[in-house]
């Protein structure tokens, strides 16, 4: 997965040195010791920090341990415990310059994740607008616009340009014409081996053929029923590389021959069958591949889920949920950023899997699709998040988080007994999204800022993702917090001074009223609406739990998910609990929807950060698991060559400029969002627009196709993405 995605810490590049190593017949090995850096090649390394304190913590955050070295109060070095690689190299007399398989004659250190770089820096949009983060929420709820906080963040940043640097390019914007170019490896290259590592090696430790498990990161997942005589107990563990974007499900199977039996008598459908009828086992998937299988419980019981992080500095760290007997879960792990990449080849998996449903299974389908929504939530957050990070001047790193994406099922009951059941909603509730933030500067207000608009674009996307993947109305808590304030429900901000006014007047439950009042009284702040909204067919609220020390907070709905979900029962889903009801137009059409409102989500993106035209497109498509060529060219010519191209335009197709002369070459693309007659609207990542003026950003161009000489002029075709 590091090869793939390009991303990972010390024992991932370890690894993946080892891995390739090992592919060309060189023995190799782990060492973990302690290494000694000075600190300007430390600050350098882990982000180009200006402040060696905040770099020294930066690293401690992470869950390294070290220790920093001063000398006259000022700190010169760290040492710190490190993990790099021994290679067995025919070393004498070339160096290493001439290898020969099996002749290796001397353990070689090497380090593949020690870099240092060169940075490019632009706008510090922390100080220029200023950024409030307390101040950006309100104004965010109070707002009328449909937008995410990414867009709202956006807009200020492209306004405070329109005043002040109207002719702003991306070298000013970012600090270079592409974000990926803010950041330079300073190469070095040789001849011959070194034979030495790039820092002083303190002690040389443990030397291993594999991880050893005591520096594993692991999660153990098990489930009990709170009813004691309902069994229900599952139990499995697995190190977090094992199990890096990897689906992780968790279903119920029939809990013996009879009950399958019984399943079948109700035409295969398990939701047709009395609950009360029907006993179930929990059953946890790796990849369709059985795990784990718990106890016997009742169709429709309620049990807990619980989920043990174990960090070999932090320790272990606890997790709880509650699912329902019958539902279908994927339990979405990272433990570090999530790029494009992984998203791209789980989509791609599921379209294939889809095209074909007869020798696939359940899990291939719906739990593909849950995997897949979960990897793209995490996505969304790496991709707004590095852009707030970039222009805050700060760095940030993932720890551990988890999320659970369920296909619910709907429980009505007699007498407290499980009655009836049927399919209900969607829902995604992430209990674990493990931000580490820190300012180059060592600003610490800064890092507080930054993790309150990180937190609402957390929230935000337990909205949007699932407008993305199935454009239905959907909630989060800052979604509910901006209805709540459409609906002129006011929406208030309890803390310590007027919490003996405020929450007696407030219509909420006594167990929220009791979590306002614990929070208070360590020195948090709630945000709340007065009483519930109506949302469709959901009905509750939306509040958030926030620490104005540190900007971090908890952004809850009712029924305690730190989550959101489909404010409807979806009448089609483009997968059921039923594998043979799958229809594949259905999820082709839920394919097709993922372009457009990926799209969507890009507005106002500075140019520098999503790429020119081109990539702009490739990133989309990527999103929905298809695999584009890089230019404006390679694209259309492949969309020709695949009877793909069209004259006619549809939304979701994508669009292809060439130049006005004869033979003119492809030069542009983008999105096609809305065709009415001859009137298209478009999505583009664009320098200028057709007056000349500069844009340097994903934006919306409308035309008509018959009137418009400047753009009928350069049609070039309309590629569809069609199987």
């Known amino acids: 997965m590091t090869l793939l995605t390009k991303h990972g810490n010390a024992f991932d590049t370890a690894s993946l040195l080892i891995a390739l190593l090992r592919a060309s017949n060189i023995p190799a090995r782990y060492v973990y010791g302690t290494i000694e850096i000075p600190i300007d090649k430390v ?18 955050s992470g869950g390294i341990p070290g220790v920093a070295l001063t000398s006259g109060g000022t700190i010169n ?6 993990i790099w690689v021994e290679a ?5 007399p070339s160096r290493g310059a001439r290898h020969k398989t ?4 001397t353990w070689i250190p090497l380090d593949a994740s020690f870099k240092q770089y060169t940075y490019k820096t632009g706008i510090d949009f922390y100080s220029s607008l200023p950024f409030i983060g307390e101040q950006f929420l309100n104004q965010y709820i109070a707002d009328f616009q449909d937008v995410l906080p990414y867009h709202f963040y956006s807009q200020q940043m492209f306004s405070w340009l329109d005043a002040n640097m109207p002719n702003a390019t991306s070298e000013d914007i970012i600090g270079a014409d592409g974000i990926d170019l803010t950041k330079i490896i300073f190469e070095q290259n040789f001849s011959f081996l070194l034979g030495t590592l790039p820092y002083r090696t303190v002690v040389s430790g443990g030397k291993y053929s594999q991880i050893p498990d005591a520096l594993r990161h692991k999660v ?5 029923s709170p009813d004691e005589f309902a069994g229900g107990e599952l139990n499995i563990s697995i190190s977090l590389p094992e199990l890096y974007g990897k689906r992780l499900t968790l279903s119920y199977v029939p809990a013996t021959a009879n009950d399958e039996a019984l399943i079948a008598q109700y035409g295969g459908n398990i939701l047709n069958v009395p609950p009360y009828l029907l006993n179930v086992k929990p059953l946890i998937k790796i990849e369709g591949v059985d795990s784990a299988l718990g106890d016997s419980v009742g169709m429709g019981s309620v049990q807990r889920l619980t989920l043990k992080f174990q960090d070999p500095i932090f320790g272990m760290e606890v997790v709880e949920n509650t699912v329902t007997a019958g539902a279908y879960s994927a339990i979405t792990i990272q433990s570090q950023k999530t790029p494009v990449e992984i998203v791209t080849q789980r989509m791609k998996m599921l379209r294939d899997n889809s095209k074909n449903i007869d020798p696939v299974t359940l899990d291939d389908l719906l739990g593909e699709l849950l995997h897949s929504i979960g990897l793209s939530y995490f996505h969304h957050l790496t991709f707004e998040d590095d852009l707030y990070a970039k222009t805050f001047r700060m760095v940030y790193t993932k720890g551990s988080s988890e999320a659970i994406t369920t296909l619910d099922i709907s429980v009505t009951y007699l007498f407290g007994i499980p009655n009836s059941v049927a399919q209900g909603c969607f829902m995604i509730d992430v209990d674990r999204n493990i931000t580490i933030p820190a300012s180059l500067a060592g600003d610490i207000d800064r890092i507080r800022e930054f993790m309150v608009i990180s937190g609402m674009t957390s929230s935000a996307w337990e909205h949007r993702i699932f407008e993305v993947f199935f454009d239905t109305p959907s909630v989060s808590a800052v979604k509910l917090l901006k209805i709540a304030n459409q609906q002129s429900i006011p929406v208030y901000t309890i803390d310590a001074t007027n919490i003996s006014q405020l929450l007696p007047t407030i219509q909420v439950s006594v167990e929220i009223k009791m979590e306002i009042q614990n929070a208070i009284s360590v020195g948090k702040k709630v945000i709340i609406p007065h009483r519930q909204s109506q949302y469709y067919e959901w009905s509750g609220l939306g509040y958030i739990v926030l620490d104005p020390a540190t900007g971090a907070g908890a952004y809850r709905i009712s029924g305690g998910l730190e989550g959101g979900g489909t404010a409807r029962i979806l009448t089609k889903p483009p997968i059921t609990l039923n594998k043979n009801s799958l229809e594949y137009q259905r999820l082709k059409e839920a394919l097709q929807n993922i372009i457009l409102k990926n799209a969507e989500s890009l507005l106002n993106t500075p140019r520098a950060k999503i790429g020119d035209c081109s990539r702009f497109t490739q990133y989309i498509a990527g999103q929905a698991g298809y695999s584009l060529l890089r230019t404006a060219a390679e694209q259309h010519k492949y969309f020709g060559d695949n009877n793909m191209l069209f004259n006619t335009p549809q939304a979701n197709d994508f669009f292809y400029f060439r130049e006005p002369v004869p033979g003119g070459e492809i030069y ?4 096609v969002l809305d065709v009415s007659g001859s009137n298209i609207t478009i999505i583009h990542s664009v320098t200028r627009d057709e007056n000349d003026n500069p844009v340097d950003k994903v934006a919306t161009s409308s035309f008509n196709m018959d009137t418009s000489n400047y753009w009928k002029s350069r049609i070039a075709g309309f590629g569809r993405l069609i199987e």
Do not use: K
């Open 102 to 105: 099996g002749q290796g004659d």
């Open 77 to 82: 070095a760290l040492r710190m415990e490190h």
């Open 220 to 224: 153990t997942i098990g489930g009990i």
């Open 43 to 60: 600050m350098n390394w882990v982000g180009g920090f200006s402040n060696p304190t905040s770099a020294v913590n930066f690293i401690a």
């Open 668 to 671: 542009h693309t983008g999105i």
């Open 88 to 92: 067995w190299i025919d070393y004498i």
